[in-house]
């Protein structure tokens, strides 16, 4: 044995192992070594993905916009906290003025109505005799209502002497006659001759000239034909009726007829009818109304269709000047008598 050589390390005769260098103890490791694969081909470095924002979940669609619907007033619970379904949009009534506002002649059948209403109160309250027609009629004095009638009285006194109800008129304090007037008919005829000419008229104006320049325009001609009346007519008479409005109707579709040089015969036909109406002896019309009443129509139809568009504010302006005008002639009026 050399030295530096183990034991173990010497070959065994017996096994004929010339292997000096070989382990006579059993490799144990070699069961459990591990199994070499073949090389495989070199792999690229993963990619990263693009970024992107976290997702909620449930995944919920982008919010829509809100329509504004027609607003409804809250609704208390039920005692056994049922909430009755109440939509105002679906009642009757709601239903009949939705109707009546899309109407192209809306404004015309609501101021029919209006007139038809006004006759059937003062019909029920004793008719042109009566008290309430006395009160919205046009009076330049006051009346004094008795039981033998209504007759004119020259002051309250006077009347309560005589035992009656004192009606003031206009130079009395009672203004609101000089539009109050023209709701108020004497008589059936009167109120279906006035409405008839009113729709074939209004129908046409509503369209033209829009709704609120046309409730404008029968404004201003009741009021200008009110105040005609005021000045020219017998201060104890008393003047009802929707005719000076219409008439105003009438001098409106002329400046638009005039405007458009059209042929304007047939409306100077049925005018000059209507004219010779007035001068009819035995008649009742107040050709003061119906005069004031087509001066102002005209007049506020020429200002209408004439400022129109960025200037239509110049037109407003000098229908608030014409009606201060008109303010001043009643006070004017009632100073005098």
């Known amino acids: 044995m050399t030295s530096g050589q183990r034991p173990w390390d010497q070959p065994d005769p017996e096994s004929g192992d010339d292997d000096a260098g070989a382990s006579r103890f059993p490799d144990f490791t070699a069961p ?29 669609s982008p919010p829509q916009p809100q329509q504004s619907g027609p607003w409804t007033p809250p609704q208390p619970a039920n005692v056994h906290g049922w909430t009755p379904e109440w939509n105002p949009a679906r009642t009757p009534a709601s239903r009949s003025l939705s109707k009546l506002a899309a109407h192209p002649s809306a404004t015309s059948i609501s101021l029919i109505a209006a007139n038809v209403l006004v006759w059937l109160a003062t019909s029920l309250s004793g008719g042109s005799d009566g008290v309430l ?46 539009m109050t007037s023209a709701f108020v008919h004497l008589s059936l005829l009167h109120l279906g001759v ?55 109707l009438l001098g409106a579709l002329l400046v638009l007829v005039l405007r458009a040089r059209a042929n304007p015969t047939n409306l100077l036909f049925w005018l000059g009818i209507n004219v010779l109406l007035v001068f009819v002896p035995g ?13 102002g129509g005209m007049l506020y139809t020429f200002l209408a269709t004439r400022f129109t568009g960025r200037r239509a504010s110049t037109a407003w302006i000098a229908v608030g000047i014409w009606v201060t005008v008109l303010v001043a002639l009643v006070a004017v009026r009632t100073m005098l008598l």
Do not use: K
Request: hydrophobic share 40%; proline share 10%; aromatic share 12%.
């Open 32 to 60: 459990w070594a591990a199994p070499q694969q073949p090389p495989s081909a070199p792999q690229s470095p993963p990619q990263s993905a693009p970024w992107t924002p976290p997702q909620q979940y449930p995944p919920q």
């Open 133 to 178: 027609f006395s009160r919205l009629a046009l009076s330049v004095r006051g009346l004094c209502s008795t039981a033998s009638g209504i007759r004119g009285a020259p002051n309250a006194f006077t009347c309560e002497a005589a035992r009656g109800t004192w009606i003031p008129g206009v130079a009395d304090g009672a203004w609101w006659q000089l």
């Open 194 to 248: 006035n409405m008839a000419v009113l729709w074939m008229l209004g129908s046409t104006l509503e369209t033209t000239l829009g709704r609120p320049r046309y409730l404008t325009l029968f404004g201003i001609s009741a009021l200008t034909g009110s105040v005609f009346v005021y000045w020219l007519a017998d201060p104890l008479t008393t003047t009802a009726g929707a005719s000076g409005a219409v008439f105003g």
């Open 283 to 295: 008649s009742t019309l107040s050709w003061e109304a119906h005069l004031g009443g087509f001066l």
